[in-house]
């Protein structure tokens, strides 16, 4: 059974004029250090940083705004296989088990000037 759905869609120029503009504070204060790593890798970071803030913003629907969370607990990381997964930060782990949430379905997906991101939390 579904829990709740969550999507969100990130302007990637509007992106990167605000990292652009707040430069490594706002990057370490939305992003874990392995997220910043991985994208800062790229050739052009910016669609992958869009993509993960996506997640994030997508995590936070999906729950309905039910809890006050730093967005950095909401870390996208990859499965061997390469898939997006998501890995919670302990304060939202409790909350998603207080609430019988047991399997997070996430797809991602980028092009020159959007980034998007889905979020479905399974009961």
Known sequence: MIYGVGVDIVSVQRFREVVERWESRFLQRVFSSTEIDY??????????????????????????GRIDINLKDIEV????????????GIRLKKCL????????????????????AIVILEL
């Open 39 to 64: 994208c800062l890798g790229r050739k052009d970071p910016y669609p992958c940083l869009s993509a993960r803030f996506a997640t994030k913003e997508a995590m936070i629907k999906a729950l309905g």
């Open 77 to 88: 990381t990859h499965a061997e296989s390469g898939k997006p997964v998501i890995t919670l």
């Open 97 to 116: 088990e207080k609430n019988g949430i047991k399997r997070i379905h996430l797809s991602l997906s980028h092009e020159r000037d959007y980034s998007i």
